[in-house]
Nanobody, 124 residues
Framework: QVQLVESGGGLVQAGDSLRLSCAASGRSPRNYDMGWFRQAPGKEREFVSSIRWAGGSTDYTDSVKGRFTISRDNARNTVYLQMNSLTPEDTAVYYC?????????????????WGQGTQVTVSS
């Protein structure tokens, strides 16, 4: 079992930055691939970014490339999502998730554990 707790969300203006954190605890959390997803009101949950535990390779959805950066601190069992140049279209609840030996980290079905989410609201 792995427990995930997100933090760092809030209300910001367009162009501002936020850093989300996802603290993991439980059984060997650093051995999991990690992902960030988001869900806006009335929309389905969508992939945002992921990072592999082995090698640290990263992936981003096109709409956030160049603006968001995912990273992990294995010593702290924490994954971060640095979000810059935020726009109102980034408004959503952001979730972190943990998976193991996943083939396609863009699929939510590949993840075993999910956090409760943190709200990000970007005003224009």
């Amino acid at each position: 079992q792995v427990q995930l707790v997100e933090s760092g969300g809030g209300l910001v203006q367009a162009g501002d930055s936020l850093r989300l954190s996802c603290a993991a605890s439980g059984r060997s959390p650093r051995n999991y691939d990690m992902g960030w997803f988001r869900q806006a009101p009335g929309k389905e949950r969508e992939f945002v970014s992921s990072i592999r535990w082995a090698g640290g390779s990263t992936d981003y959805t096109d709409s956030v490339k160049g603006r968001f950066t995912i990273s992990r601190d294995n010593a702290r069992n924490t994954v971060y999502l640095q979000m810059n140049s935020l726009t109102p279209e980034d408004t959503a609840v952001y979730y972190c998730a943990a998976g193991a030996r996943a083939f396609n980290l863009r699929l939510s079905s590949e993840y075993y554990y999910w956090g409760q989410g943190t709200q990000v609201t970007v005003s224009s």
